[in-house]
């Protein structure tokens, strides 16, 4: 049974059959995508936080774990992110399938990482507040998608700086905003989106599991 938010006690790694499958599954693909890069110095550049992110989730493990639906959805996330990393966002092949398929002005991957920036790990904030940090259940709605607007903006900051002022010769393959001048507002745009449909359907999904439990009883 895959553990959610609303699961207290959590399995350990050696006992989590499915986190130790998506561990292996993801370290396979993300060496995939180094060796089949086509740019190593925006790999380099664009999986740095990946690095970061990663040392941090195992470093707090024995302090915190997550549920196997919170895994489920840094797994989905980080795998898009690094795919992504794998050709620069602007020269993503799937982002090309969709806009020839569905004529596009440009190559919307990038869209798809950011909302999915908001989908996927607004649950897992979720997760942290209610069973870590104990924060009330309304807390554990609204935070989320405070975090992911701010943390949206932080990302912006940064990309700002890292092409502009610490490696500019990468500057138009990281940013990857293909002549949108109003790009870096439509990704935050996106995450927030992303954050407040994810919370949405939570909401709902125990609201009809209530339900269910109600009836049977």
Request: aromatic share 20%; glycine share 6%; with cysteine.
């Amino acid at each position: 049974m895959i553990s959610t938010t609303n699961h207290i006690d959590r399995k350990g790694f050696r006992a989590n059959k499915m986190l130790i499958a998506m561990l292996i599954l993801f370290v396979v693909f993300w060496l995939s995508t180094l060796i089949g890069t086509s740019d190593l110095a925006n790999w380099l550049l664009e999986n740095t936080l990946v690095f970061i992110f990663l040392a941090c989730l195992i470093w707090t493990y024995r302090w915190f774990k997550f549920s196997d639906l919170s895994y489920l959805f840094i797994f989905v996330y980080l795998s898009l992110h690094i795919y992504g990393a794998m050709y620069t966002y602007a020269e993503n092949p799937f982002g090309f399938w969709l806009k020839d398929t569905f004529h596009f002005e440009r190559n919307h991957y990038d869209r798809i990482v950011h909302f999915s920036f908001g989908f996927m790990l607004a649950y897992p904030m979720r997760d942290f507040f209610l069973n870590r940090m104990r924060f009330p259940n309304w807390v554990g709605w609204v935070l989320p998608v405070e975090i992911t607007l701010s943390f949206s903006c932080l990302y912006e900051l940064v990309e700002w700086a890292v092409a502009d002022v610490f490696f500019p010769e990468q500057g138009i393959a990281y940013l990857g905003t293909q002549g949108d001048i109003w790009d870096a507002q439509k990704d935050m745009f996106m995450a927030f989106c992303g954050a407040v449909i994810i919370m949405l359907i939570t909401g709902f999904m125990k609201k009809l599991l209530q339900g269910n439990k109600k009836a049977a009883s």
